[in-house]
């Protein structure tokens, strides 16, 4: 049992300036994003000169979404790649640190997974005038809120630590697998109700590139430091708890 | 007995004993037959309003899934749960083998119940719900793709059973798990399934794309759950 | 207002509520699963104080056998 991992490590001394330089960041490219970035581009309308240039689309206001939406939704895939990693360092090695981090990154994954679908459902809203669709996305992530809380389900069902945190870690690792497929699968079927259409990502002109890096970045700072502040908190508790044990064992 | 006994002896062994307690008591096979049935019931009731307006044909690929995907969780709880009563998985551990033979040979057993259930259930669905039409002609291809997702079912499944047969509430655990873990390939198979069933124009398209993918999803789950399995049944 | 400018920007306005709301919904989840965290610390002081007063209580609890000897 490595004593190390129960207690706070260097990193934690940056955590409070690196939460304070992820929310400045995120909030820079949230100003950058309503003022420099462009509208997008909609449904097509009749051609019009405006300020000497040809507009011939209808400018949507609503992809402005994208910039935080974006962001978190891929924080919360990053969160729960490091819940496989230390699913499988806590099966290699046995040690409960590790299985505490698997946690607490599920943890930071649900959390930012209710973001994605916070922002995804009105821009689907707005978008298809409909608040729900079966489109890749919102299904998918709907799939892993499911899959999150069934890891925590997972979690209480069990009293005995060991078995606990060896289920854990190999649901862990099958949340991290399924991801991408169900993102894929539900992608590539054709489906005859939506027509699937997405923006495109790649290739996004400067002007909406530069700020779409700057609130990700943004975002996963405060995603890392939410993420140690929790992680610093669920090891105070369970050192408590061993501590209580060991206090009953001495009586 | 000299020697070691091979892996693929110990697979059937194992396999064996599940296959012949389940021919004593038919245990499994009554109750899930018995479950798939009251499924095919309960369609029925929601169906009665619908009269013949309705085009039954594009829904039935959806319904043949929820049935299967009931019924199989009802299999897959039960198939560890004689075997936790009477503490055999303790003694089969005892015996210095690869875990993943475990894996295999219940994963065996598993589909060999579930498709015996399949076999029976749908043709009884095709026969409840869907002689008002002739079928179309691309009607037996839909056999590989429910053949894709009970593998599938089946792989998954006995990984996700092994897990929750130590918990209390092993039914809703497993549901749980389950279905969210299994979403993919349901919605790959239900794609295929409905697609060679309706047979509409470019049915061929969806029925290959679902397929694929159902298949490449059986890929990846099996071993990763065939790699996970040691970890889950030593504990 | 021109027809067609009409047509060009008619979809920013109504869309503003929904941009803002989910811009809000973000900031709203995170500062709940702060909050959590801190609640979790409370519990943590809170235990602490528990464990420091049974030491209290063990170590008076010493003292006094020993001076009965």
Redesign the interface.
Known sequence: MNKKLLEASKVDRYVPAVLVAGALISALGFVLAFTVAPLVHGAAVTPELIAGQLVANQLLFSQKIFYFHVPVAMSSFIALIFTAFYGVRYLMTRDEGYDVRAKTATEVAVVFMIATMVTGVPWTRFEWGVWWSWEPRLTTYLILILMAIAYFILRTAFSDSEKRCSYASVFGIIMFIDAPICFMITRLIPSSTHPVVFRTDSGLPPDMLVPFLICMLGIVLIAFALYRVRLRQSLLSLRIERLKEELDELE | MTGKVSAFKQFKILLGKDLRHEMRTHEMLTSMGLYAVLVLIIFGVAFAQLGKAVDVAHLSGGLVWVLIVFTSLLGLGRSFSYEKEASCIEGILLVPMDRSVIYLSKLVSNLIFLSAVEVIALPLFYFFFMTSVAPAPSFPYSIASVVLGSIGISAVGTLLSSITVNARSKDVLLAVLFIPVVFPLLYACVAATTAALVGADAWMETFRTGVLLAGAYDIVMTLASWVLYDFVISA | M?E??N??????????P??I???A??WV??F???AI?IR??K??ES??AL?EE??EE?RTQKEAAEKER
């Open positions: 021109n067609i400018l047509s060009v920007y008619g979809a920013v306005l109504p869309s503003a929904y941009v709301a989910a811009y919904l973000i989840a995170l709940v699963f702060v965290v979790g610390f519990k943590s235990d602490i464990l049974r030491v063990l």
